[in-house]
């Protein structure tokens, strides 16, 4: 069964300071997404990684796809209160079809 | 505002009634999706359904009761809910859901308490 794990599921940190979240799986991943989900809003995708190793960059946030896909971290660097929120991580099944399974979320809060 | 609308936001309902959760997308997609979000679980996906017809059926109690009349529009009903069913459904929709890496647009979620 493919599962993604996500690590760690809460996270309280001061603004300023720098974060990393990962998200694993035991199972290759053609590709991963990372979403983030605001407090009574729904996911809304930061960013997908397709080629194992590829790092993106989205401000101050730096995503990371494993050499072997099957992993794939988030690291935030000083970290604003705008943050706060559950990060998700996402993949499509290897099964075909049209399922994405998801990761249970790290839920981030940043102090001001 | 992602172009993916649910309506109600809020709902409470006893076990014996019968409610509807409803979701309109204006992005032009073809592909429609309901979850289920519990705390701390990951999202579950309920349903599919790609040029309205319904090609994902996640295992979901018969209580659950999907329609899709057009690409546009998804309605979930609900009927003889249990306690447990409580939670917050979300609704997306997405361009091809065949593709890997396919972007979901989701909507704000229907919070569901079940009395």
């Known amino acids: 069964t493919q599962l993604l794990e996500q690590s760690p599921q809460f996270l309280s940190i001061q603004e300023g300071e720098n974060l990393t979240v990962y998200c694993n799986s035991s199972?290759?991943?053609?590709?991963l997404q990372w979403y983030r989900q605001e407090p009574g809003e729904g996911p809304v995708l930061l960013v997908t990684v397709v080629t194992g190793g590829e790092v993106k960059k989205l401000k101050r946030l730096t995503f990371q796809f494993g050499d072997a896909r099957k992993d794939s971290s988030l690291h935030i660097t000083a970290a604003q209160p705008g943050d706060t929120g559950l990060y998700l991580c996402a993949g499509p099944l290897n099964t075909g079809g049209f399922k994405t399974i998801f990761g249970a979320g790290t839920r981030l809060f940043v102090k001001a | 505002e992602t172009g993916v609308t649910q309506t109600p936001r809020h709902l409470v309902m006893g076990m014996t009634n019968k409610k509807s959760l409803k979701c309109e997308q204006h992005?032009?997609?073809?592909?429609m999706y309901w979850y289920k979000q519990s705390a701390k679980k990951p999202l579950e996906l309920m349903f599919v359904?790609?040029?309205?017809?319904?090609?994902e059926n996640n295992s979901v109690p018969s209580r659950f009761s999907p329609e899709c009349p057009n690409s546009s529009h998804l309605f979930l009903h609900l009927h003889t809910l249990q306690p447990e069913d409580s939670a917050l459904y979300l609704c997306?929709?997405?361009?091809?859901?065949?593709?890997?890496?396919?972007?979901?647009?989701f909507g704000p979620g229907t919070r569901l308490t079940v009395l």
């Open positions: 992005l032009g997609h073809n592909a």
């Open positions: 359904y790609n040029f309205k017809e319904q090609t």
């Open positions: 997306a929709s997405s361009q091809d859901p065949g593709a890997g890496g396919d972007t979901q647009y």
């Open positions: 199972s290759v991943f053609s590709s």
